[in-house]
Nanobody, 128 residues
Framework: EVRLVESGGGLVQPGGSLRLSCAASGFTFHDYHIGWFRQAPGKEREGVSCISSSRNGGTTNYADSVKGRFTISSDSAKNTVYLQMNNLKPEDTAVYYC???????????????????WGQGTQVTVSS
């Protein structure tokens, strides 16, 4: 059974930090790209960051809105991908999802359609 389980969300003040985790099981981890997406109330789901499969070099991509603040990383020994989020802003408030897919040589955040498996999401709230 394929499973992606996110954790690490919560309530944080502006300027604070959180680290999200995405624990994967049930598929060959090093063959899959992993993406982080988020969806705020009343808004469409948007790509935040992704990391290409380790087989394809593990390259990373970030949305312009999070560049310099968020860092994605992968621990193949634990089949886990992390999203370190620093200097959080109220506009980062959303449900964050991780997803796994094999579309393309490198990962992409342009569309969520390239991702086959999704986690249940974790809430991130940035508020004073």
């Amino acid at each position: 059974e394929v499973r992606l389980v996110e954790s690490g969300g919560g309530l944080v003040q502006p300027g604070g930090s959180l680290r999200l985790s995405c624990a994967a099981s049930g598929f060959t981890f090093h063959d899959y790209h992993i993406g982080w997406f988020r969806q705020a109330p009343g808004k469409e789901r948007e790509g935040v960051s992704c990391i290409s499969s380790s087989r394809n070099g593990g390259t990373t991509n970030y949305a312009d809105s999070v560049k310099g603040r968020f860092t994605i990383s992968s621990d193949s020994a634990k089949n886990t991908v992390y999203l370190q989020m620093n200097n959080l802003k109220p506009e980062d408030t959303a449900v964050y999802y991780c997803a796994a897919g094999v579309t393309g040589y490198y990962c992409s955040m342009v569309s969520s359609r390239g991702y086959n498996y999704w986690g249940q999401g974790t809430q991130v709230t940035v508020s004073s």
